[in-house]
């Protein structure tokens, strides 16, 4: 991961309006661990890119793992008013879990299914 790290970060230096790297790297942090480097990362790519629903919902991911459910709840939301995805209501359905809005969670769920199946 380390040389990822490295790719990544050369990559920015190349050019810094490389979306696409700043969220990869924040996917390198998030998974080593490092939340709020990874935070930072998706920030950046963000502000470039606004309407990223992967970036939103990496960022959410970043946010769960840290522990921070009701920012993970908004973006999740936010990645699916730019793109309704099965995976980003899987998501959005295991934070609502966690909160312990069951009912919320299952319709996400359903919604899922809805989408996978009509693609």
């Given at each position: 991961m380390d040389k990822a790290i490295d790719k990544f970060q050369n990559a920015i230096k190349l050019d810094p309006n490389y979306t696409e790297a700043y969220n990869n790297l924040g996917y390198v942090y998030n998974t080593k661990g490092w939340f709020d480097k990874?935070?930072?990362e998706y920030e950046i790519s963000l502000k470039l890119q606004p309407d990223s629903a992967a970036t939103?919902?990496?960022?959410?991911?970043?946010?769960?793992?840290?522990?921070?459910?009701?920012?993970a709840i908004e973006e999740y939301q936010t990645a699916l008013k730019i793109e309704p995805n099965a995976g980003i209501l899987y998501n959005l359905a295991n934070v609502y879990d966690m909160?312990?809005?069951?009912n919320e969670a299952e319709e996400c769920r359903r919604k899922a299914e809805r989408l996978r199946v009509y693609r």
């Open positions: 990874a935070i930072e939103r919902n990496n960022l959410g991911v970043a946010y769960k793992n840290k522990g921070q459910i009701d920012k909160k312990g809005l069951h």
